[in-house]
């Protein structure tokens, strides 16, 4: 039974409160564009304690409002926002004549390739469908979620999970343990098309004749997701994992901000310190070092403060979209 389904009609909802992950992908195989203008993408996705808390209450109308980033203006209170198009995707699916106000506090970084915008529309739709009590079922939602963009439908989910086609076709996948990491944030986030495009000619490049380096690095497109990857995860550990990190889409971040490659190269080394691995984040600019303990990733995160950097904690994987509170 759904919780729409537990309240009574006459008993109105007042205030629901929802909370979505942020994510990481622990694999990127990036392929050729297809006649949409869309790569198609092997995946893994990690959900990550990083989260975007989501309160909605009854209105007349669509409105936003916004807290926990510096500057307000980067995050759009307008159809732009992922979280009002989620409510009125919801709304049309299920006939609603209404509106909602959505009270969202955001502690995933704003462009920082960890799918906040995604996790934001997974939490509206949730929290929506508890608020109006449409009882549409998890399938449904995903199905919604799929047209909002490839990440929403992950960030609804939650664990780890194998993402295909454009990233938005989920099978979950096996994982035991807990994997501890410390994220560096940039102070300027990578537009994703624009990282693409980058991604795109750095492809273009490695392909030339002249270009010895570039033969090296051809691959078959798109790249799937190696057996060894899963074989890591299973294992729970994180230098198991750390070795099968990979993000084809990286080497475009790498060409508009090459910073990045400097600092994960810094932060690994050659390897059997606290970090274990470094990778960017979906198409950056966030930098995800994968570390071999809690206690080492205390270090590592206390470090790099030191160094004037913006270094957050978070752990996974965690469980995807869900309701933390109703009020009647």
């Not at 294992?235 to 084809?248: C, D, F, K, V, Y």
Request: with cysteine; charged share 25%.
């Amino acid at each position: 039974m759904s919780l729409a389904e537990e309240q009574s009609d006459d008993e109105p909802v007042q205030r629901v409160h929802v909370r979505a992950p942020g994510k990481i992908n622990l694999f990127l195989g990036v392929g050729d564009l297809d006649e949409d203008g869309f790569h198609e993408l092997s995946t893994v996705f990690q959900a990550v304690s990083l989260y975007e808390d989501l309160v909605a209450t009854p209105a007349d109308d669509f409105t936003i409002s916004v807290s926990g980033v510096a500057d307000p203006s980067t995050v759009p209170r307008d159809d732009r926002n992922l979280a009002i198009r989620a409510a009125k995707v919801l709304a049309a699916a299920t006939g609603y004549g209404g509106g909602v106000h959505l009270d969202l506090r955001k502690t995933v970084p704003v462009a920082g390739g960890m799918g906040g915008g995604s996790a934001d529309a997974a939490a509206a739709l949730v929290a929506c469908n508890a608020l109006w009590r449409t009882g549409v079922e998890h399938s449904r939602l995903h199905e919604l979620a799929a047209r909002l963009g490839a990440d929403v439908p992950f960030a609804l989910m939650g664990g780890t999970a194998v993402g295909s086609g454009r990233g938005d076709v989920l099978t979950p996948a096996l994982s035991r343990g807990r994997y501890e990491w410390v994220l560096v944030l940039d102070d300027e986030g990578l537009s994703t098309p624009a990282v693409y495009r980058a991604f795109d000619l750095v492809k273009a490049e490695g392909r030339r004749d002249d270009d010895p380096a570039g033969h090296a690095e051809r691959q078959q497109d798109p790249v799937q997701v190696p057996a060894a990857f899963f074989e890591a995860l299973l294992t729970g550990a994180a230098e198991e994992l750390g070795r099968s990190l990979r993000n084809q889409l990286q080497a475009g971040s790498f060409r508009l901000r090459p910073s990045l490659a400097e600092l994960i190269g810094t932060m690994v080394g050659d390897g059997g310190g606290p970090v274990v691995a470094g990778i960017v984040s979906g198409s950056g600019p966030t930098v995800a070092l994968l570390c071999a303990s809690a206690e080492a990733a205390d270090r590592v995160g206390e470090r790099l403060r030191a160094q004037g950097r913006t270094a957050l904690r978070a752990h996974g994987p965690v469980r995807g979209a869900h309701v933390v509170a109703v009020d009647d």
